[in-house]
C-alpha cells in the first residue's frame, strides 16, 4: 500500500507541474497519471484493497467542501431544478442510451440499467473545475450541482437493483427503491438535528480552546463520520458528505472548517482520479481506437443535448442551456462502479464493458478543457434570435451613453470602483456573470448587466466603443486577458485598466493592449510601506514621491522578494 502511494503521488507531482507549466487542468494530469501506471501501460501499481477507499475519500472531501457553499437555504431554492431537471434528464438520457443498447443486441433489462448508469455525469470532475473556474454559483454552474445531486440519489438505487435484477438478492425491486429513498429521508433528519443541536455546541467549545489541531481533528471527524454512517444505510457516503456539509453551510465556522479540510480534499481527490485512470486498458485503444472516439462523441453529443434541450424548455437562455449540457454531457466515476457489479453478475459482456469505460474515460477526460472552451462553444452554438434580442436591450439601454466606464465584473472590487464612480458623478456600465448578483445590484442600480464579459458582441453593446475607460476588475488573469484582446479587437484606442493578484502575468497583460495593470499584492505592500515610513516621521510628501516613483518604474523594486514556505498567502 505505501510503495503503491509513493508512486501515485510521485508520478502525480511531475506530471503536475508539467501540467502547470502547460495551463492544463490537473484533473487532466491525474487521470493521464493513472492510465500510465495502470496495468495495461507501465503497471507500476500493483492492485490493493485499500486504494480504491482511499480515493474514494477525495470525493468524500470533495462533496463535504461543496456542501458548505450550498447551504439548505439554497437547496430548498434548488428543489424544482434537482427533482424536476434531475429526474427528466436521468430518465430521457436513460431511455434514448438504453434504446441504443437494445439495438446493438443487448437485453433490455441490462441495457436500460446501463443506459441509466451512462447517464450519470463526473460529480468530482465537474464539481472541482466549476468551483477553479468560479462558475459554481453561475446559472449553469447551479443546473450542474443540482443534477448531479439527483444523479448521487439515483446511483445508490442503481447499484441496489443490479443483484436484484441479475436474481442474486431475495429483494424485489419495488421494496428495494422505496427503501433507499426512506434510507435517504431518514439520514437527512438525522444530520439536520445533529447540525441544529450537537454540532454548535461542539465547534463553539473547540473554538473556545483556541487549538487549530482540535478543529481540524473535530472537521475531520465529522467528515469521516458522516460517510461512515451513510455508507452503513447502504448509501453514497460522498452524498452523505454533502448534506453534513450542507447543513454547516450557515454555521459561523464555515469558512475555517473548510479551509482545515482542503489539503485532505485536494491530494485524496488526485488519488482518486488516478484510481479512474488505472481502470482503463491502454489496449483497446489501439485495436478498438476509432469505436472509441466513435461512443465517445456520441455519449457527448447525446447527453449534452439532451441536458441542453431541457434546460431551455425550463426557460433559460440558449447560452445558459449550452453550457449546462457541456458540463453535464460526459460520464460519471459511479458507471465505473455500475459495470463493474453488472460484470460481476453476468448482466453484461466483459467486452462491451471495456469498450464502454474506455469511452466514459475519454469523455472525462476532455471535460476540463469543454468547460474551459464553453463560453466560446455556446455562443456559436446557442440560437441567434434569443441572444440578438438579449443584445438589442442591452445596446437600447445604454445607447445613450458616451464617455462613460465600462467595468467587467462586479464583485467586491468592481462595486468599490463603482461607487467611487458615482460619488465623481461619472457614468459607468457593469457586466457580471454570477446571476444572484446581478439581480441584486438591479435592485438599487440599472446599469449593472449580466453576461459574459469575454464576448466581444456584449462588450460593445454596452458601449465599449463609446467609452471612456475600460477597467477589468475580474479575479482571474487569464479570464482578464481574454477580456483584454476582446476589447482591443473591438475598440482600440480606448484606455484599459486592469486588476490582477499578483504580477506573474503583467508583461502578458501590458503586451495584450493594457494601459495600466494594477497588481494587488504589489500595491497592498506599497500602501503598507508607505504607512510604516509616515509613521516613522518621514515627511508627507517625500512619501508620496517615492511611492510615485515605484508606480511609475512599474513595481520594479517590489518585483524580487525571498520566496517563503507559505507564498501563496502573501
Known amino acids: 500500500m505505501f510503495a503503491n502511494l509513493l508512486i501515485i503521488l510521485a508520478s502525480s507531482l511531475v506530471v503536475i507541474a508539467l501540467f502547470q507549466r502547460l495551463r492544463l487542468p490537473p484533473v487532466l494530469g491525474y487521470l493521464c497519471v493513472g492510465l500510465m501506471i495502470g496495468p495495461t501501460a507501465f503497471n507500476w501499481v500493483n492492485e490493493n484493497e485499500d486504494l480504491p477507499d482511499l480515493a474514494e475519500l477525495g470525493v468524500v472531501f470533495l462533496l463535504f467542501s461543496l456542501g458548505l457553499e450550498f447551504s439548505l437555504t439554497k437547496m430548498i431554492a434548488l428543489r424544482k431544478v434537482v427533482f424536476r431537471l434531475g429526474g427528466l434528464q436521468v430518465l430521457l438520457t436513460a431511455i434514448l442510451l438504453g434504446s441504443l443498447l437494445m439495438l446493438s443486441g443487448m437485453a433490455t433489462t441490462p441495457a436500460l440499467l446501463l443506459g441509466a448508469g451512462l447517464s450519470l455525469s463526473s460529480t468530482a470532475i465537474v464539481s472541482k473545475e466549476l468551483g477553479s473556474l468560479g462558475e459554481i454559483f453561475s446559472s449553469h454552474g447551479q443546473n450542474a450541482i443540482a443534477v448531479l445531486l439527483f444523479q448521487d440519489v439515483v446511483a445508490v438505487l442503481l447499484l441496489t437493483l443490479v443483484p436484484v435484477f441479475a436474481g442474486s438478492s431475495d429483494q424485489a425491486w419495488y421494496w428495494a427503491l422505496p427503501l433507499t429513498l426512506g434510507k435517504t429521508v431518514v439520514l437527512f433528519v438525522g444530520l439536520l438535528l445533529a447540525s441544529r443541536f450537537l454540532l454548535p455546541r461542539l465547534f463553539h467549545e473547540v473554538a473556545a480552546a483556541r487549538s487549530p489541531e482540535l ?3 473535530l472537521a475531520l471527524v465529522i467528515v469521516l463520520l458522516t460517510a461512515w454512517l451513510t455508507h452503513l444505510l447502504g448509501l453514497s457516503p460522498a452524498l452523505g458528505a454533502f448534506l453534513a456539509g450542507m447543513l454547516l453551510g450557515e454555521s459561523h465556522y464555515r469558512h475555517q472548517i473548510e479551509a482545515d479540510i482542503r489539503p485532505f480534499r485536494d491530494i485524496l481527490l488526485g488519488v482518486f482520479f488516478v484510481s479512474i ?8 485503444f489501439v485495436s478498438h481506437g476509432v469505436l472509441i472516439v466513435g461512443l465517445t462523441l456520441g455519449l457527448l453529443l447525446i447527453k449534452g443535448c439532451v441536458v441542453a434541450l431541457l434546460v431551455k424548455w425550463r426557460g433559460s437562455d440558449g447560452e445558459t442551456a449550452w453550457r449546462s449540457g457541456l458540463a453535464l454531457a460526459q460520464g460519471g466515476e459511479f458507471c465505473f462502479a455500475l459495470m463493474a457489479l453488472m460484470q460481476q453478475n453476468k448482466l453484461m459482456p466483459a467486452d462491451v464493458g471495456g469498450l464502454l469505460l474506455a469511452a466514459t474515460f475519454c469523455s472525462m477526460l476532455v471535460t476540463p478543457l469543454l ?7 455556446a455562443a456559436r452554438l446557442h440560437r441567434k434570435p434569443n441572444e440578438e434580442a438579449k443584445l438589442e436591450e442591452i445596446s437600447a439601454l445604454n445607447a445613450g451613453l458616451h464617455g462613460h466606464v465600462v467595468i467587467c465584473g462586479y464583485g467586491r472590487v468592481g462595486q468599490s470602483i463603482g461607487r467611487f464612480l458615482q460619488r465623481a458623478q461619472q457614468a459607468y456600465v457593469a457586466l457580471d456573470s454570477d446571476p444572484v448578483r446581478v439581480q441584486e445590484a438591479a435592485v438599487g442600480e440599472t446599469c449593472v448587466h449580466y453576461g459574459d ?10 458601449g465599449l466603443e463609446r467609452a471612456r475607460l475600460l477597467v477589468i476588475a475580474v479575479d482571474q488573469t487569464d479570464i482578464a486577458l481574454v477580456i483584454l484582446k476582446e476589447a482591443r479587437r473591438f475598440n482600440p484606442g480606448v484606455p484599459i485598466l486592469v486588476r490582477t493578484r499578483d504580477d506573474s502575468q503583467l508583461a502578458e497583460l501590458k ?6 495593470v494594477v497588481p494587488e499584492v504589489l500595491e497592498s505592500s506599497l500602501m503598507l510601506a508607505s504607512h510604516a515610513l509616515i509613521m516613522l516621521g518621514f515627511p508627507g510628501q517625500q512619501v508620496q514621491d517615492r511611492v510615485d516613483l515605484v508606480r511609475r518604474d512599474r513595481y520594479r523594486l517590489l518585483h524580487d522578494f525571498y520566496p517563503g514556505a507559505d507564498d501563496e498567502e502573501k
Do not use: T
Not at 503586451?511 to 495600466?516: P, T
Open 215 to 217: 478543529f481540524v481533528l
Open 277 to 284: 485512470g488505472m481502470l482503463i486498458d491502454l489496449q483497446l
Open 371 to 377: 468547460l474551459r472552451a464553453a463560453p466560446r462553444i
Open 453 to 462: 464579459s469575454r464576448r466581444g458582441e456584449l462588450l460593445v453593446a454596452v
Open 511 to 516: 503586451a495584450a493592449g493594457a494601459n495600466e
